[in-house]
């Protein structure tokens, strides 16, 4: 009976070691569809425009989402000043539609 045992321990340890490294993985995989790994460099026209979010504190790069009227997530330098301008755009057409 001892010699059953040290085989159903070792695969029940290795089975727990399998499901928490794909939870971390799946954790890492969720934060990091948050984040921008690279910028749109193209300026992208405003009237596509439909909101400005930003990207999570946590990631390494801070940038801003442009969401266009087809649905697509734009990244883009929020120190650019095409950028800037298109989101002082959106926030006064904004505020103007809520109004």
Do not use: Y
Not at 72 to 78: A, E, S
């Amino acid at each position: 009976m001892n010699t059953l045992t040290a085989p159903l321990l070792l695969g029940l340890l290795c089975s727990l070691h399998t499901t928490s490294a794909q939870a971390v993985m799946a954790i890492a995989a969720m934060t990091a569809g948050d984040c921008c790994v690279k910028f749109q460099l193209r300026r992208i026209p405003l009237g596509a425009v439909v909101s400005v979010s930003r990207t999570p504190s946590s990631c390494p790069r801070q940038a801003l989402v442009f969401s266009t009227k087809k649905g697509n997530p734009f990244c883009v330098d929020p120190s650019e000043a095409w950028v800037q301008s298109h989101v002082k755009e959106t926030e006064t057409h904004t505020t103007v539609s809520t109004a």
